[in-house]
């Protein structure tokens, strides 16, 4: 690796890209009301993350395909295909059996990993996710919904008997919420995506889907795979700009949950647009400044190695990223140094490239926001510290390492969802403890040191300001089986194997008086099968 970068050596990265096939999708058509229907309107050209040499000196984005602008009049009309395949909970899919649900969500995984390939090609190209991040991304996702499958049948399980209490007769379950708008990001387009829909879709409730700006064309593909998988209008794909569409969709008052990642001003907006809040249910991860705290007697190797891998995995575009390093002013030369080191020795490139850390970002106005940030910092008296940082050209942008961060930058409170580390030195512990007090953000934090005292103090009152404690460790979601969620403007709900399946549904109960009459009535319809709800069946 160079020890310098220039933007010439970045402009070198691209050539590669000559030998590649690039994909082309050119999508006419949309699903809805379970039949792909062709678009004559207009199209959005989709770019990709990677761009290409177009000059000795220039280079361009890579269309690879288009999807359709499609308007208000064609989301109502997917809106509409979900109120009839709901019904009112009268509808097929939510009076199906649990067991007929996971039978339909089997044969669609059973579809989708044949597609396997072909999605992690448009995650490489869409995103700039490297190869083997973007097949942990379908691997984890198949994992996902088969562990969901397996918590839904032990959740049913435990549903499969009656209680007898008082002299009432019941029998608790549980039923769906209705029409489920679901946004996914752009991040993990395929991955955080389905974490919601799944969980939300195998509990009854319809889907109306909105693919991500970047990382739609991957659902394309996958929306055949649903086609094939699902009873007609299930789920109904959106297109067009969310800032045309979706407010109208929630102004109807039809909408009866919201399921989103993106950002906490988002998804205020979308809530205040439905004239009946109290009946939204939401289901939403947003935005998130997680810190990392590295106390003075931090394992110092540790601290370095496990901040790069959380500050710069995905190139920092992550919601569980440590956003913001606090070091103790006794370590903060020695961090410093070995931290921007180790920076600057990361590997840059295409996402195909073997052991590839930083590759080309897929938001096309993001380099502008990240520049202005660091302007902001040095006009204010920070400092890029790495000899690398910032380099950019195309694409690529280099991981840039700011000191010193404080009140009053840019960098300290917004979150960068980019490659830039900021980090502020501290020599009392309360300074970054009343940081995250003052925070609108809850989600993680990362605490590095071995004073177990030291620890235990900041650990005990950080749990009442986020939801995950990391010690010695990056912030991050997984396991899917740990509770993901988050405290203030950060998240609402949990989304995880086990709490996404409640998230997403009521518990609702049968009851009848203990008579002779009503017992017989009870043991006719479970005996012989004739209600999906009332049960005893145990599922294997």
Not at 260 to 284: C, E, F, Q
Not at 327 to 356: R, S, T, Y
Not at 416 to 440: A, H, K, R, W
Request: hydrophobic content about 35%; glycine content about 6%; aromatic content about 10%.
């Amino acid at each position: 690796m160079l020890s310098t970068i220039t933007e010439n050596h970045l402009f070198e990265i691209f050539s590669s890209v000559n030998s590649k096939e690039i994909p082309q999708i050119n999508q006419e058509e949309y699903l809805v009301d379970g039949k792909f229907k062709h678009w004559n309107g207009p199209f959005k050209e989709v770019n990709a993350a990677i761009c290409k040499p177009t000059t000795d000196v220039k280079l361009e984005r890579i269309s690879i395909g288009k999807i359709p602008k499609t308007g208000l009049p064609e989301a109502l009309e997917c809106l509409e295909s979900s109120e009839n395949a709901y019904d009112n909970g009268f509808g097929e899919w939510p009076m199906f059996s649990v067991e007929q649900r996971i039978f339909h969500v089997e044969k669609f995984v059973g579809e989708m990993i044949n597609l396997r390939s072909e999605v992690v090609n448009l995650l490489m190209w869409e995103i700039g996710k490297s190869e083997k991040d973007s097949e942990k991304e379908f691997d984890r996702t198949i994992k996902y919904i088969y562990d969901t499958i397996e918590s839904l049948k032990k959740l049913e399980r435990k549903s499969a008997s009656f209680t007898i209490e008082e002299g009432v007769i019941g029998q608790v379950r549980r039923s769906p919420l209705g029409v489920t708008l679901c946004i996914g990001p752009y991040n993990y387009p395929l991955n955080e995506t389905y974490t919601l829909l799944i969980p939300a879709l195998i509990m009854g409730n319809v889907i109306l889907f909105k693919p991500p700006k970047h990382g739609c064309l991957l659902h394309f593909s996958l929306s055949k795979a649903i086609q094939k998988s699902f009873p007609k209008g299930v789920i109904n794909y959106l297109y067009g700009k969310g800032n045309e569409i979706i407010e109208p969709l929630m102004n109807t008052g039809k909408i009866n949950v919201l399921t989103l990642i993106g950002s906490s001003k988002v998804a205020s907006d979308i809530k205040k647009a439905h004239p009946k809040v109290n009946r939204l249910r939401a289901i939403l991860g947003l935005d998130a400044k997680n810190p990392a705290i590295v106390l003075e007697n931090a394992n110092l190797e540790n601290a370095v190695e496990e901040c790069i891998l959380g500050s710069l995995s995905f190139n920092g575009q992550r919601c569980t990223a440590l956003k913001i390093l606090f070091v103790h002013e006794n370590i903060k030369d020695e961090f410093l140094k070995k931290f921007c080191e180790k920076v600057d020795a990361l590997k840059f490139g295409m996402p195909w490239d073997e052991k590839v850390q930083i590759t080309p970002l897929p938001e096309e106005d993001k380099f502008k926001y990240l520049n202005d940030c660091i302007s902001d910092a040095e006009a204010k008296g920070g400092k890029i510290m790495n000899e690398n940082g910032a380099i950019q050209n195309g694409s690529l942008f280099f991981p840039a390492v700011v000191y010193p961060v404080k009140d009053g930058m840019k960098l300290y409170r917004e979150e960068q969802f980019g490659p830039i580390v900021p980090i502020v030195s501290f020599t009392d512990m309360q300074e970054p403890i009343d940081y995250m007090i003052s925070s609108n953000y809850g989600q993680q934090v990362s605490i590095f040191g071995t004073d177990t005292k030291q620890i235990s103090h900041l650990l005990d009152g950080l749990v009442n300001q986020v939801s995950r404690v990391n010690i010695n460790v990056q912030c991050q979601r997984g396991p899917d089986t740990f509770p993901f969620t988050g405290r203030k403007d950060s998240a609402e709900g949990t989304l995880s194997v086990y709490d996404a399946l409640r998230s997403f549904s009521i518990r609702t109960v049968v009851a009848t008086k203990e008579t002779m009459e009503n017992k017989a009535i009870i043991n006719k319809i479970v005996s012989e099968d004739e209600s999906s709800f009332l049960s005893t069946k145990f599922i294997f």
